[in-house]
């Protein structure tokens, strides 16, 4: 009831602006993360489930790792773990549950041998992919709390690691034998954003490309081998988002003005390492064990006649009706 959560401002949380805003901001950051995880699972989760597992999430999973990595007293805070805008905190956390979703509910009906299906309209990717830019720059420049010099970082790194990584990405798929596509365009400069997100306020432009190089490659290669296993993550969250806060989070102890690998200092750089490994087992056992006491509550998977009819009719009652051309 937001008690206690008012227009004055905290010492520790929001010492520059109103703590409800700040509290507004962060929840912001709460709801995105299980947003993120759908993508893995796409098709066949009944909706009923997934909410539940919402709230199992968010309490069990998304809290604890935000108050260890963004709480003054949270412990990966004291060790020196950074991390700008939520490249732990939000996507390594969902890339590893997006990751135990998907080898929980098992793979589609329709994936089989069709495990490359073609996206259902481009230019509505490419709009979202716009949208989604746009609005990361509230995220990250705004995590400074402030219109200060550490948002104008924040903002300058977000945009040269985005366009970094969506140029590395569709040169690398021609250099591949693949196609320059506007999909795969698209898809890198959303692994540049996520890789990006932890290191935004702490890193230069210079280090801020290398980090969205470096990401879209790692990512494009996890990507190609998620492709080859059976493993159906419809829409590569683990891949792109959670490899992608994986590659962000160890650039973020390499490149850390002043305190980084880069600057000759190992300190920073270790305890990334370790809170890596802590975060990583967290997040995907955390999940796979809250994955099978939703599936006690509640059926997670649909039934097979509704994963053929379609979600959106049979979990919501919404249809979409082509209209044809009459002669």
Sequence with gaps: MFNHVDLNTHPDLSPAIPFLLFALFQLKFAIITPALITGSFAERVKFNAYMLFICLFSIFIYSPIAHWTWHPEGFLRQWGVLDFAGGTVVHMSAGYAALAGALILGQRQSFGDNKHQEPANIPYVILGTGMLWFGWFGFNAGSSLGANPTAVTAFATTMVASAAAMLSWIFFDA?????????????????????????????????????????????????????????????????????????????????????????????????????????????????????????????????????????????????????????
């Design 175 to 327: 250099i591949r034998g693949k196609k320059v596509s506007a999909m795969g365009a698209c898809i890198g400069s959303v692994v540049g954003l996520v890789a990006i997100t932890p290191a935004a306020g702490y890193v230069t432009i210079p280090h801020a490309l290398f980090i969205g190089f470096i990401s879209a490659i790692v990512s494009n290669l996890a990507v190609r081998a998620k492709n080859k296993s059976n493993l159906d993550d419809t829409l590569d969250v683990f891949p792109c988002h959670g490899v992608g806060g994986i590659c962000g989070m160890i650039l973020t102890g390499v490149f850390a003005k002043d305190v980084g690998l880069f600057y000759g200092h190992t300190t920073t750089f270790l305890y990334h390492l370790l809170a890596l490994v802590i975060v990583s087992v967290y997040s995907f056992g955390g999940s796979y064990i809250l994955y099978k006491v939703t599936e006690l509550i509640v059926p997670l998977r649909v039934s097979a006649e509704d994963e053929l009819e379609g979600l959106d009719f049979t979990q919501h009652g919404e249809t979409y009706k082509k209209k044809t051309a009459q002669a």
